[in-house]
Structures are given as C-alpha cells and as structure tokens.
C-alpha cells in the first residue's frame, strides 16, 4: 500500500513539472522571439545585472523586474528614472535613489537570491485612468490539432498600481476597448488573436505537448500589440466572471476532451 501511494505522489510531482522549463520567462522570451513574425511584438527583455539596469534605464527610461519564475505578479517591481532620481516602485515599495548603483544595491536585496530579467515597461493603456492587459487563452485539442483562441478577456488594475495581474474588474475586451481611446475595430481583434496563434505555434515546436495557453497581452497607448508573457496552467475562472458564459463553456470543451 505505501509503495502504491509513493508511486502515485512521483507521478503527481512529474505531471506538475510538465512546463517547468517553459515557466522561466527568459526561456519564453528567447523561444517566441526566434519567430520573425512576433519580434516587433516582444518587448526588449535581459537577464538582470547592474549593467543592463543601467544601460536599460537610459535606454528606455522605465523597466520592470520579474522573477525567472514567478506567478502572480509576485516579486515585481518597476524602476524607472523621473527627475533625474531613480524610483523602485512595486505593490509596497516607493524608494529614491540619487544613484543608480544604490537603487541596484535596494532591488538584489528584494530579489533575496533569486534570479530576475529586466524587461522594458510597457506604457498601457488606460480606461477612466486604469492600466489594462488582456488574457487571451489559446488551445488545441492534441498535438495534430489546429491552435484555436477561446477566449479573451481584460483585466483593468488598482490606480497608480506598477501591475494588472490583481484586477480591480474584470471586462470584455471589447467593452474595454470601446471605453479607451482605442479603436475597437474587427481588425485590432484579428490581430491580437493572430499573434497569439501565432506565438503558441512557436512554443509548441519547443514544448511539444502544450495543449492550453494564457498569452498576456499589452496594448501601448497607441494600440501596438506587445506579448507580456505565456503562461502554462492558466486560471479559468474569471471568464465565468464575464456575463456571457459562450468563452467560458468553449474553454472548458477544449479542457475536458481526453483526445
């Protein structure tokens, strides 16, 4: 009896470190970059060091630091450079630095050993003052079944919060498209959902037996498509949050069928 439960805990453990390699986000970056289809839509993205701050802060101003692995927005913070000091910013943290060696000194103490990327900050855009990304949620039944999009949905953040991942609401995308300055056009929808395709073809060469994926999704003031990040074991329930339940049951379809 013992022998049967340890064997069924290793087989639990290895079905849950199926993506393992894939959560790393510079391993996703690197992977859905190889594709000359979505270069222009990855933001620039390093391994964090003192170096590539410095370097990344004059070059776009505004960067966000992000665990290899986190989920959640935990552990994220954004630095930036607004007059002539540098601002640490994440959900409980407001520090100033005069320089920058200081404000690296500040973030590898936050860091607490883990290892980070630096990734350029995306400007979003806003409704009513609130930042917004947007879930896509990608599928297929098998490995010889076409990728299919499912679902999407928008998640509108706190005010002056750095991110999106703990929503202040939940909408349609677009409902929020047509309450931001952008157009809500057919075509803007076409072509969220084409990257997103075309980004979960990318990984599938890599992570062959990936069956669902979250993209994130940013949209820049100006409307540009930007991908945030993947994710493997994306939550469903905020689309049973949404009034029409159609994503909502077509995703669970896609989750439940055995073949």
Known sequence: MKKRRYATKRKNRRKRDVHAKYRNKLVQYRILRKNGKLKSAMPYTRKYNKRRLSKGIKKHRSL??????????????????TNGRYVVKSEHVYKRFRKIKNAHRFVKRRMKGKKYILQKDIRLAKVNGRKFDIRVMVQRYNRRSPWVVTGMFTRIGYK?????????????????LRRSRLNASKKKMNQIKKTCIVGAKQIAKHHKNCKIIGFDIGLNEQGKVWIIEPNFTPGVYPFRMLKRKNMYRKIMRYKNRRR
Do not use: D, F, Q
Request: hydrophobic share 35%; proline share 3%; glycine share 8%.
């Open 160 to 176: 002056n919060e750095v991110i999106t991942n703990l929503a202040w609401k939940v909408s349609s995308l677009k409902s929020t």
């Open 64 to 81: 966000m630091l992000k665990p290899y692995y986190g989920r959640l927005g935990r552990g994220i913070l954004r630095v930036s450079k």
